[in-house]
């Protein structure tokens, strides 16, 4: 039997490449897209060198065109598609004064728009077939906006209304669709910046207290081995010490 296939859409530096390791360690072919596709390079080889298999993809998840490519040449040059991972950022903070209508309509791109077209892209693969799995990366922004994260606040909460469609049309014709809340700061360069921008010090915070993006990884691992009996449509993780 061929191994199944995941294509992760947003495949970035932590959380994109953590869980692209923790599916060809499963024992899948990794697929992985990004605005840079030269990137994905050094993913590849670490994968490959531990006996994995992955591709990488120049892939600009806001274009139609550019989705609908990516989803062909996979289906078409390394397999049908069991499990597509939608995984693009777009967490930026303004001031609402400040935040212009470019950076709006970019952030709403990014979230939504994208998750919109790959979810609808890996539901007209899977639907005929009758099986497959459409994962959606969501934030705390998912539920609540705070000060300064109305762009990112409107995109990820439209992301998670469109899983929501999603999940309750695409269930019954046995697609398992997800939304998975990270409800906490990453372990990423860009939170610890943002850490020591506050006037803190990242290092000094107890052991745990960031989300390691492994944790991410295995949590997607998790949903999609669920049975069909027991299907989650919404998974939130935060530290122990996060306040919620």
């Not at 212009?100 to 609808?120: P, Q």
């Not at 107890?206 to 295995?218: F, G, K, R």
Request: charged share 20%; net charge negative; hydrophobic share 45%.
């Amino acid at each position: 039997m061929s191994a199944p296939v995941v294509l992760i859409v947003g495949a970035g530096d932590y959380i994109g490449a953590a869980i692209a390791k923790r599916f060809a360690a499963g024992g899948f072919t990794v697929c992985m897209g990004r605005r840079r596709g030269d990137m994905l390079k050094p993913l590849i080889a670490e994968i490959e060198a531990t006996g994995g298999t992955a591709h990488g993809y120049t892939m600009d998840a806001r274009r139609e065109d550019s989705v609908q490519d990516v989803f062909a040449q996979v289906e078409q040059d390394v397999g049908p598609l069991d499990l597509v991972i939608f995984n693009v950022g777009g967490n930026v903070h303004f001031s609402v004064l400040d935040t212009t209508e470019r950076v709006f309509r970019k952030v709403w791109e990014m979230a939504t728009l994208a998750g919109f077209l790959s979810g609808r892209e890996a539901a007209r693969y899977m639907v005929p077939r009758g099986q497959g799995a459409i994962f959606f990366t969501g934030a705390s922004a998912s539920l609540r906006g705070n000060a300064g994260y109305s762009a990112f606040g409107a995109g990820k909460a439209g992301l998670r209304s469109l899983a929501q469609s999603m999940a309750r049309e695409m269930g019954p014709k046995n697609i398992h669709v997800a939304h998975l809340i990270i409800d906490a700061g990453v372990d990423t360069a860009f939170v610890r910046e943002r850490i020591q921008q506050s006037g803190r010090d990242p290092n000094d915070l107890s052991p745990d207290t960031l989300m390691n993006p492994a944790s991410v990884a295995e949590a997607y691992w998790t949903l999609y081995h669920q049975t069909r009996d027991g299907w989650t449509f919404e998974m939130d993780l935060r530290p122990y010490a996060e306040s919620f």
